[in-house]
């Protein structure tokens, strides 16, 4: 995530020019690094934080490090990352891996959030909760693979939806319910597979006083239904 010329990463996080990070963050010049933070030109390390000139956890010098590198770079991939499992038992495992959050509890693989609640592999997103693979949202509940969303609740795969409720693989939507691959509609409910559209009901065009008319019916069934859609006719 937001990284730049690394390769076999997982969870590399602001990082550039580093191959085999498990979920590090702002690394530099780095290679087959796990739980690392804020360290350049370091090889094979563990938890470390700030560092730089390390190989397998070892301090070197900036000129020892560079000759020595050269050489541990021949290896193999599957030697070098054998080796950081083994230093990986080394030191304890923390409950949970996060950096930079603000009032964000009970999470994990979350950074750089704000007042976020059941955060988990998510980033960048404020006073929202239950969020999965969810990364700049603001004030949303309950989403999933979401993106740049805002006032949504039970959002899955949607990007850049606003005051949306119930949406599925839709994007660039707004004030819509129970909208499924839709994408850049508004005012819609139970809609699906419509682009450009505003004013529907079930995929159907009704006028601006006539969609206000029914939305009203529509929503009330529903809460009466206790969500069940049941036999709708208008």
């Not at 990463?9 to 963050?25: A, C, F, H, T, W």
């Not at 007042?115 to 404020?126: A, R």
Request: with cysteine; charged share 20%; aromatic share 14%.
């Amino acid at each position: 995530m937001e990284s730049e010329l690394c390769y076999e990463g997982v969870d590399p996080i602001k990082s550039y020019n580093s191959d085999y990070l498990e979920y590090s963050v702002s690394m530099r010049d780095a290679a087959y690094a796990a739980n690392c933070v804020n360290c350049h030109d370091v090889f094979g390390c563990v938890n470390l934080q700030n560092k730089s000139f390390c190989i397998f956890n070892r301090q070197f010098s900036e000129e020892e490090y560079h000759q020595k590198v050269i050489e541990y770079k021949k290896w193999p991939p599957e030697k070098v990352l054998a080796m950081v499992e083994e230093l990986k038992k080394r030191y304890p495992v923390t409950q949970t891996h996060e950096t930079h959050n603000q009032n964000s509890a009970y999470g994990n693989y979350s950074d750089f959030n704000k007042n976020c609640y059941m955060c988990f592999d998510g980033s960048h997103s404020e006073n929202s909760g239950y969020l999965y693979d969810s990364h700049h949202n603001i004030s949303c509940y309950d989403t999933a693979s979401s993106y740049q969303n805002e006032l949504s609740y039970e959002i899955t795969d949607g990007t850049k939806v606003y005051n949306c409720n119930f949406a599925v693989l839709s994007n660039n939507s707004h004030d819509s319910s129970y909208i499924f691959n839709c994408s850049n509609v508004k005012n819609c409910i139970g809609c699906v597979s419509l682009s450009n559209k505003q004013y529907c009901i079930l995929n159907r065009q009704l006028s601006r006083e006539e969609y206000e008319r029914i939305s009203k019916q529509f929503i009330e069934e529903l809460k009466n239904k206790n969500a069940g859609w049941g036999e709708l006719n208008y």
